[in-house]
C-alpha cells in the first residue's frame, strides 16, 4: 500500500475550474472598483482542518502538500468553488403567508394603504403571536433547510412580528434554538420597532417608550437593534431614541430607510454608527457621498477602535469597525412592482460599500434564494456579476460585523465552501431559476451534497 506523505487534514478540494477566494478584505468592505475583484485562483485548490480553512492556492500546492492525508479529497473538476452566501437581512421567523394581499396588490392597491388598513406587516403579526415557539421552529427550519440548499450558510434573522414582549422575546428564542441546532450561522436582530401594533394606533410614543423599555431584556438575545423608519411607521426622531438606547446598551445598529421615502435614515444611521443601513431604494445623492466618505475611513485598515458586541450567546461577538454597509434588497421592489430601485451603481461608482440581501418576509419578498437576488442586483441595479458576487459574501459579512470570520476563503477563517455545477461564475447570475449549488459545507461540514441536504449530524 502506498504510504501517505503530507500534512494531516480532513478535506481537500482540487482541480476547481475557477476558485473565488473574495481574499484581502477582511478588514474592510470592498468599495468602487475592488467589487469586481474575487481573488481568482483558476485550477485552485484548498484545505480545511476541522472547522477552518488550512491552506488555499493552486490546486498543485494543495495536492501536494495535504491531499496524501486528507480523509476526504473531492474532485471539483469543471466546477466554481466559493465562499459560502451571507443574507444580511431576513425576517425569516414568521406564521402564516399573505397570498391575499398578493393579489390586491396585483390589482392595483399599494402596499402602504394594506399596512395603514391593518393588513401587511400586522397581518403576519396576528399569525405569528398566534402561534407556539415551537410551532415556529418547525416553520422556520424548513425555510433555513431551503436558504442552506441554495447556498446560504450565514444569515441575519430579524424579530418583528410580536410587537409586544412576550412574542419578540418568543422569536428570538426561536433564532436562537434554531442557531444551535441548524447548520446555518443565525445573527439575531431585534426588530420590535417594526410597525405601530393595534393596541397603541392612538399613541405610538407610548409604544416607542415599551420598545426601549424591553431592550436590557432584549439585549441577551440579540446581536443588533433595527427600526423600520417609514412613513406609516416610525419617524426620523423615534428612531433616534430608539437606537441610541440600544447603542448605549452594548447593541449594534441597523436601520431599515429609504424603502418608500427618504426620511433622513442614512444620516442617522451615519452618526449613530449604525453597521449597517438597509434598502435605500429612495436616497440622495449627497447621503450616498456621505456614505462613501464612511466607507473609505476603512480602506488601508485603519479603523477607530473596535468596539466588542454581546453575541446571542452572551459571550463575545464580532467586531464593529466603524463603517457604514449600504444592504440594497432588489426582491422588494421586484416583487412589489415597482420600478424605482436602489442606485447602486451609483453608489458603488461613489465608493459606497454596498452589499445584497433577500429580505426574506411573506409580505414584500417571499424568496430566501440569494442565488436570484444576485441575478437581480444585475438587471435591475446595475451590478455587475463581480459585484453582485462581492456583495452577496464578503460586503454582506460586513454588514453583520463578521468579516474577520466568514466571507472569504483565507487560512483560519470557517470554512463555508459552496461547490457550484457551473464552470464560470458568470453562469450563476446569467442562468437564472435554477440552483446552481452542488454541495455546501458548513464549517468543514459537508452538509448538501448532489443538491441533497445530509443530516445535521453528517461527519466528512
Known amino acids: 500500500m502506498k504510504k501517505?506523505?503530507?500534512?494531516?487534514c480532513d478535506l481537500v478540494i482540487l482541480n476547481t475550474s475557477e476558485l473565488l477566494t473574495l481574499a484581502g478584505a477582511s478588514h474592510g468592505p470592498r468599495t468602487?472598483?475592488?467589487m469586481r475583484e474575487l481573488g481568482l485562483i483558476r485550477d485552485g485548490g484548498l484545505a480545511i482542518e476541522g472547522c477552518e480553512f488550512v491552506a488555499v492556492g493552486p490546486s498543485r500546492e494543495i495536492e501536494s502538500k495535504y491531499a496524501g492525508k486528507a480523509k476526504r479529497v473531492i474532485d471539483a473538476s469543471g466546477k466554481v468553488v466559493m465562499p459560502g452566501f451571507i443574507d444580511p437581512h431576513t425576517h425569516a421567523v414568521f406564521a402564516g403567508w399573505r397570498d391575499k394581499e398578493w393579489v390586491m396588490r396585483l390589482e392595483g392597491k399599494e402596499y402602504l394603504d394594506i399596512l395603514k388598513s391593518g393588513g401587511g406587516i400586522l397581518e403576519t403579526v396576528r399569525a405569528t403571536r398566534a402561534a407556539s415557539q415551537?410551532?415556529?421552529v418547525t416553520i422556520t427550519k424548513k425555510h433555513l433547510d431551503t436558504m442552506l440548499l441554495h447556498g446560504t450558510t450565514t444569515a441575519e434573522v430579524k424579530s418583528g412580528y410580536g410587537l409586544d414582549f412576550e412574542n419578540e422575546i418568543k422569536i428570538l428564542k426561536v433564532i436562537e434554538a434554531l442557531g444551535e441546532g441548524h447548520p446555518i450561522r443565525l445573527i439575531p436582530t431585534f426588530l420590535g420597532a417594526h410597525a405601530v401594533p393595534a393596541g397603541y394606533k392612538d399613541d405610538p410614543e407610548g409604544y416607542v417608550e415599551a420598545v426601549m423599555g424591553w431592550l436590557p431584556e432584549v439585549k441577551p438575545l440579540a446581536r443588533f437593534c433595527d427600526v423600520f423608519l417609514e412613513e406609516g411607521a416610525f419617524n426620523l426622531a423615534q428612531a433616534e431614541r430608539i437606537l441610541a438606547r440600544a447603542r448605549g446598551l452594548g447593541l449594534a445598529l441597523k436601520l431599515h430607510a429609504g424603502e418608500f421615502k427618504d426620511l433622513g435614515g442614512v444620516r442617522?444611521?451615519?452618526?449613530?454608527?449604525?453597521?449597517?443601513?438597509?434598502?435605500?431604494d429612495y436616497v440622495s445623492e449627497g447621503d450616498m457621498v456621505e456614505m462613501a466618505r464612511g466607507g473609505k475611513k476603512v480602506q488601508g485598515f485603519n479603523p477607530p477602535k473596535a468596539e466588542k458586541v454581546q453575541s446571542a450567546s452572551g459571550g463575545?461577538?464580532?467586531?464593529?469597525?466603524?463603517?457604514?454597509?449600504a444592504v440594497l434588497l432588489p426582491g422588494v421592489p421586484f416583487f412589489l412592482g415597482r420600478q424605482r430601485y436602489a442606485s447602486a451603481r451609483v453608489m458603488i461608482d461613489l465608493g459606497v460599500p454596498v452589499a445584497i440581501g433577500t429580505d426574506f418576509n411573506p409580505g414584500t419578498c417571499p424568496t430566501p434564494n440569494m442565488q436570484l437576488i444576485m441575478t437581480l442586483a444585475c438587471l435591475e441595479l446595475g451590478m455587475t456579476p463581480e459585484e453582485a458576487i462581492s456583495a452577496a459574501t464578503i460586503n454582506a459579512a460586513h454588514a453583520l460585523g463578521y468579516a474577520h470570520r466568514v466571507g472569504s476563503l483565507e487560512a483560519g477563517k470557517r470554512a463555508d465552501v459552496l461547490i457550484l455545477d457551473v464552470p464560470t461564475y458568470t453562469r450563476l447570475t446569467y442562468q437564472f431559476g435554477v440552483n446552481h449549488v452542488e454541495t455546501v459545507i458548513k464549517t468543514g461540514k459537508v452538509m448538501?451534497?448532489?443538491k441533497r441536504q445530509m443530516s445535521y449530524l453528517a461527519k466528512i
Do not use: I, M
Open 134 to 136: 415551537e410551532e415556529l
Open 4 to 8: 501517505k506523505t503530507g500534512k494531516q
Open 316 to 325: 463575545k461577538g464580532s467586531k464593529v469597525q466603524g463603517v457604514t454597509v
Open 32 to 34: 468602487g472598483r475592488e
Open 448 to 450: 448538501v451534497e448532489g
Open 268 to 280: 442617522l444611521a451615519l452618526r449613530l454608527g449604525a453597521t449597517s443601513v438597509d434598502h435605500l
